[in-house]
Structure formats: C-alpha cells, structure tokens
C-alpha cells in the first residue's frame, strides 16, 4: 500500500473510533410544569413523580451544544450515573427536576449519561453538574417575569409566544427561546430554552434555536395551563 492510502485508511480509522465530543454553548432547558402535566395525564396520576410544592418551570437538562445544530452525546461510558453522588440533592431534585413519565433515576440516567457527561470539561463531577443545573432552574424567577408582563397560568387564554419570549429574553438579559407542544391538536407552551457560555451565564442564543424553536410554535399563540391537581402524586 502506498503511504497516502495507508495515513488515509489511519485517519478514517481514528474518526470512527474518537467521537468529537466539543461543543460551544450549553442549553438549559426548563418546562412549564402545567404543560407537561397535559402530556402525560397517563404518568402525572401514578408516578408519584410530581410532589406538591413542584416548580412552575422544572427543569429538563443542561445540553452542550454546537453551533452548527449538532451535538455530543455520551461523552464518557467509564462515568455512569450514580444515585450517591447526588442523593443530598434529592428534595431539590425532586420539586424541580421531576420526570413525568417515570422513575426520576431513569430521567437522570439520562441526562447524564447522555448530556452530563459531556459537560465534563466545564464541570467537576456529575454532582456538580446536577447542582448547577439546578441553581440555573432558581436563578430566574421565569413565573413572576411571565406574571409581570400579564401571562399568568390559564386554562382558557392564549398568549402571544413572541410577547412571552420577549418577556423572558428581558428577565434574563439575553435572547431566550421558547418551545411549544401540540397536544390535542393544540399548542400549548411547553418549554425556556437559555443558552449559556461555558461559565454558565446567558447569552443570546444562536439564531438556530430560536428558529427550531419557533417552528414548533407554528400558530402564533399558545395555552399555559395552570398545574392542575390531578398531576400531583
Ligand atoms: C471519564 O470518566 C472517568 C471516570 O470518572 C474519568 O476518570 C475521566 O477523566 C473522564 N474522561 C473525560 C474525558 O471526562
Ligand atoms: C407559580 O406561578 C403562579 C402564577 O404566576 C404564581 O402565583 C406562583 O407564585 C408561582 N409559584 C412559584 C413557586 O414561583
């Protein structure tokens, strides 16, 4: 074989072999509660997943993400989720970062063998990584912005999604995204995307997640259901 075959047969070889695990931002995804409750009537009454005193915005995940719209995932298979690392971190966990449809340990199994751990290189463990996320979920007060600018939880009006994510990007001081659901061939406001540099503070979002974002929100008004008492345990 001829020296250029064999560094090419090399180099293909290696790019199979090591994933690119890099990203540029993250992005914090945090849930209208009342929502989620609407998707999963199924889970909300059985799971005992969704405590009283639940968040109105409980938190999805921290995903690294390219600019490009892709992203790493399962950075690290020799650091699977462990339950002790982050047991201290269980009532917090529990009234913020609820599964609602099934067991919160196979959630978090999740997001941190999937997202987690490829945030190694801004975090120093997995329970840093929950306890960040978590913080984020309490840094911003996304109920009382939404309340201020007058969209408060509804199980008849429909908001306006640019006026709603203009009244988020204002609290957090950046451009914000914001998700919509269709359940029951209705759009409901489903979920905060914030981005955030490897420091964990926002910054506008690339103009890619805002446009994703908004394709789900493809009528320009949205529900936000209160959380009903049927979704509590
Ligand atoms: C992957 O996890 C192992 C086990 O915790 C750790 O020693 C190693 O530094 C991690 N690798 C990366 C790239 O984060
Ligand atoms: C949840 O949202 C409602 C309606 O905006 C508000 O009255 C309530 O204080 C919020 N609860 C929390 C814990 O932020």
Not at 42 to 66: C, E, K, L, Y
Not at 91 to 106: H, K, T, V
Request: contains cysteine; proline residues 6%; aromatic residues 12%.
């Amino acid at each position: 074989m001829r020296l250029s075959s064999v560094l090419l047969l090399v180099s293909l070889l290696a790019s199979a072999v090591l994933a690119d695990n890099s990203w540029t931002f993250m992005d914090f995804v945090t849930r209208w509660t009342g929502t989620a409750c609407v998707q999963n009537p199924q889970f909300s009454m059985n799971s005992g997943n969704v405590p009283r005193g639940v968040a109105n915005f409980t938190i999805h995940g921290s995903w690294p993400d390219r600019d490009d719209g892709t992203w790493p995932a399962f950075c690290n298979d020799s650091y699977p989720f462990s339950w002790n690392q982050i047991a201290d971190l269980k009532p917090q966990l529990d009234l913020n970062w609820p599964s609602f449809n099934g067991p919160n340990a196979d959630f978090y199994t999740h997001e941190w063998n999937k997202h987690g751990t490829c945030a190694l290189n801004v975090a120093k463990d997995e329970h840093d990584y929950f306890q960040r996320t978590l913080a984020l979920n309490s840094r911003y007060d996304l109920s009382a912005a939404l309340a201020r600018a007058g969209f408060v939880p509804s199980t008849t009006n429909t908001y306006n999604v640019n006026d709603m994510t203009a009244a988020i990007s204002k609290a957090i001081g950046k451009t914000a995204a914001i998700q919509c659901a269709n359940v029951n061939k209705k759009l409901y406001f489903l979920a905060v995307h914030i981005c955030l540099d490897k420091n964990f503070q926002p910054m506008n979002c690339p103009a890619f997640v805002v446009k994703d974002c908004q394709q789900g929100c493809y009528v320009s008004t949205a529900m936000m259901p209160p959380v009903t008492d049927s979704c509590y345990r």
